[in-house]
């Protein structure tokens, strides 16, 4: 199972060949905050709404390999619904998500590619490029999985 969850959708990322630089967006401060601050590194984003139950069933393992992984990758998630700040906010500290939320409204396009359904996850390369794409849910080890032979 772990080797095929990227396969079917590389095609709608690699087409694209969107950058991460140049992609602000508010955090739960109202804080904006730059993907390229992340450049250097192996970059998770993950689309995702508080309404999403795939997106819950999704969150431990997005925790786990944000915390845990052996690639040195970090983890960004962008709740993509209209919520107030103050709601995503506590929602965020009460699922004690550790890494950083940013916030949009739902749009067709993104500067990373189109997110057609949540969650959709995108792997951004050091270099700042994505060169990859999941609709669905995405693991730990999936993630290591991929980033480790992209490396090797």
Same mark, same amino acid.
């Given at each position: ?57 999704? %969150?431990p393992e997005l925790i786990d390999f944000h915390e845990n992984n052996d /690639?040195? *990758?970090?983890?960004? #998630? @962008? ?38 359904? %949540? ?10 490029? /994505?060169? *990859?794409?999941?609709? #669905? @849910? ?15």
């Amino acid at each position: 199972m772990g080797k095929w969850i990227f396969s079917t959708f590389l095609l709608l990322v690699l087409a694209t060949e969107a950058r991460a630089v140049d992609y602000e967006l508010p955090d739960i401060n109202g804080q904006l905050q730059s993907l390229d601050q992340y450049k250097g590194k192996w970059l998770i984003v993950n689309y995702w709404a508080t309404w999403c139950g795939t997106c819950m069933k999704e %969150l431990p393992e997005l925790i786990d390999f944000h915390e845990n992984n052996d /690639v040195d *990758a970090v983890v960004v #998630g @962008i709740n993509f619904e209209a919520i107030e700040p103050k709601d995503l906010k506590e929602f965020v500290n009460t699922k004690t998500i550790p890494y950083p939320v940013l916030s949009t409204l739902p749009v067709k396009n993104t500067p990373l590619g189109s997110v057609p359904a %949540l969650p959709t996850t995108y792997i951004i390369d050091p270099e700042g490029k /994505v060169v *990859a794409g999941e609709i #669905g @849910i995405v693991t730990r080890e999936n993630l290591e999985s991929y980033i480790s032979q992209k490396k090797g």
